[in-house]
């Protein structure tokens, strides 16, 4: 299934569908059991993200001398920042930004392609929320006894699963008032956070963690507080919107166009060197501290050049979304299409191929980049499995993962 633009239609989308029936993206004309075409652009930006976290979890599991000095609390100022281990965490910084963005593009490409299929809100928005507790269950259930064991992590999973459960009602405000709400969360979260911690004489409540600061609260330790990774899957949704409107080649140019204001946000924020970074401000001129910026929690100036960057590999993979370069981006495609599978396993098999070995922190980067390599190979048939089994079964447990 592919979306092309209909002949002689300069303003409409149609995509090509089983059976040899079609619907326009905007407005959707309800068609029982047909739905729209995945966007093969968003899976391969989404399958490349999966590599470079595989290379960031390889580290934590196998590098000696990985780097986390991404927070004021993680750094002291003045600290050496080796080039080659700095790049190595700061290539991966754009993961977690592009997952959350393109689950809220996703989820906005899913619900019209289930309400052409007939479902109503309600059904809707039980399964939004249902699927969004699922996937923020999973951090402290699945990931956390294998990213710190005797301790509950909360991350990249938290933030999608609790932004999906918002989403079931953000869904409804018009696409100006979620673009408003996301910028004032990105440009104001450094104020909101002060805001917030004044309020409780600089005690960090659960509430204050879990949404605007993170931290630890007992054993259980917040890396992704809620609200500014809301924003971002928000952005995320109106790209949807958008795609589903004007096509994949015409929202290209809208994402470059955001990637350049984005970046330029980045100079001015970093190099202002004041508000905007979090309070991780730079030590110097060098590249590499103008690139040394907050993800926990995430800064204006972290969202202008993650969003910036990603929107860069983004608007040229849209142009090129038919023909489809098959042999080049078929891998990709795969990792993107099973992401929250191949995500599951990932650091599981990290974690077993460093203990069989006896390798566990005890490598470098030459060995990092090696385990990373070697845990996409492993993987790389059982996603290729796994997305055969969900085509099979679109209604049943996959659906969730």
């Known amino acids: 299934m592919r979306p092309h633009r209909a002949a002689g239609q300069t303003n409409q989308w149609v995509f090509h569908l089983p059976a040899a029936a079609c619907m326009r993206a905007s407005p959707v004309v309800a068609t029982p059991n047909l739905r729209p075409a995945r966007l093969s652009a968003l899976d391969w930006l989404r399958g490349f993200v999966m590599v470079l976290m595989t290379v960031d979890h390889a580290s934590g599991e196998l590098n000696a001398g990985r780097l ?34 393109l689950a809220g593009a996703a989820l906005a490409l899913s619900v019209e392609r289930r309400k052409a299929a007939g479902a109503s809100a309600r059904d809707l928005d039980r399964f939004i929320v249902t699927r969004g507790f699922l996937i923020a269950a999973l951090d402290p259930l699945w990931m956390s006894w294998v990213f710190t064991p005797g301790r509950v992590l909360l991350q990249v999973l938290y933030a999608i699963g609790g932004s999906l459960v918002a ?91 955001g990637a350049l204001a984005a970046l ?54 849209l142009r090129i979304e038919q023909p489809a370069p098959a042999r080049v981006l078929g891998p990709l495609l795969v990792l993107g299409q099973t992401a929250l599978f191949y995500y599951l396993l990932h650091v599981h098999v990290l974690a077993l191929g460093a203990w069989a070995l006896d390798f566990g922190h005890r490598g470098g980067l030459a060995a990092t980049y090696a385990g990373a390599f070697a845990t996409v190979l492993v993987l790389y048939p059982l996603c290729v499995w796994y997305r055969g089994y969900k085509r099979a079964h679109p209604e049943g447990w996959p659906r969730y993962i």
């Open 68 to 101: 986390m000095t991404d927070s004021t609390s993680l750094y002291t100022a003045g600290t050496a920042l080796p080039a080659a281990q700095f790049l190595t965490r700061w290539m991966t910084h754009l993961c977690a930004p592009t997952f959350v963005f």
């Open 167 to 257: 989403m079931a009602a953000l869904r409804r405000l018009r696409t100006r008032w979620l673009v408003v709400l996301a910028l004032v969360l990105m440009v104001g979260g450094e104020a909101l956070t002060g805001l917030a911690l004044a309020g409780t004489g600089g005690v960090q409540t659960v509430p204050v963690a879990l949404l605007l600061t993170g931290g630890r609260l007992g054993s259980v330790i917040v890396a992704y507080p809620l609200l500014p990774w809301l924003a971002i899957m928000m952005l995320g949704w109106v790209l949807g919107r958008h795609l589903l409107s004007a096509g994949p080649e015409r929202t290209a140019g809208l994402v470059a166009r």
């Open 264 to 317: 330029v946000l980045f100079v001015l924020v970093r190099g202002l060197n004041g508000y905007g970074n979090m309070l991780l401000l730079r030590d110097d001129a060098s590249p590499i501290q103008w690139l040394h910026v907050s993800k926990y929690p995430p800064s204006l100036s972290y969202d202008a050049l993650e969003l910036g960057l990603m929107a860069l590999c983004l608007a040229p993979l």
